[in-house]
């Protein structure tokens, strides 16, 4: 998606040359195939520890590192081997991603008008978001010191960029859509406004009860 945004803005007259329907099947194709053979690497080497404690795991899912804390045996190849993965296969995205992003930055901040720049920058903006909160969540995680205090923040954060991510990134590139902007708009007021009537409604009639109980005392 950043070359995608990268395209859309800062080479629009070759955009529909060079991000063609094969380039985007392929570009997928690639990206999931990468995920299913680091996943496939790391759970191979994960089925070869022993486990000879606990059977239950001190976060919400079943991630490889708690995991690995519950083994009985030696781990540091295995996280060793993670961290390879971990830089094969997150850092040159992220690096990329900066790049085209700094490549945007440079082009918005050339366009003479206010208007243009941003229109230009509400194209990446709801990328922008998602790639905030994916990364930005990892890094707390897994940059932060091991510690106790730290561990229920960890669990939480780790669902920022394995279901968070995934269930809002619909939700904010539909934003991007005026009718879906006017019918969240809609249903926001209407939600607000039921609430603001109910509540009113509530403090008439506490108000009409406490002036009834005085009048007949």
Not at 90 to 106: A, K
Request: charged share 15%.
């Amino acid at each position: 998606m950043s070359y995608d945004r990268y395209l859309a803005i800062c080479k629009p007259l070759h955009y529909s040359a060079l991000m063609n329907i094969r380039f985007c099947v392929q570009l997928t194709a690639r990206s999931w195939l990468n995920g299913c053979l680091a996943v496939i690497i790391l759970v191979s080497f994960l089925s070869q520890l022993l486990f000879c404690g606990p059977n239950e795991i001190d976060h919400f899912y079943c991630d490889p590192i708690p995991l690995m804390e519950l083994s009985c045996s030696d781990t540091h190849l295995v996280i060793f081997l993670a961290f390879i993965i971990a830089s094969i296969f997150t850092l040159p995205p992220l690096l990329l991603t900066l790049t085209f992003y700094m490549c945007i930055i440079s082009t918005i901040l050339r366009i003479p008008s206010t208007t243009g720049r941003q229109k230009a920058f509400s194209t990446c903006s709801s990328h922008l978001i998602v790639v905030t909160i994916f990364y930005g969540s990892i890094m707390i995680v897994y940059l932060l010191p091991k510690r106790d205090t730290l561990r229920d923040l960890n669990k939480v954060l780790s669902l920022c960029y394995t279901v968070l991510t995934p269930l809002v990134n619909p939700l904010i590139y539909s934003l991007r859509n005026r009718e879906v902007k006017e019918a969240l708009c809609k249903r926001v007021s209407k939600w607000t406004f039921t609430k603001t009537c109910r509540y009113t409604y509530i403090i008439i009639h506490q108000n009409v009860q406490i002036h009834l109980h005085n009048n007949v005392t």
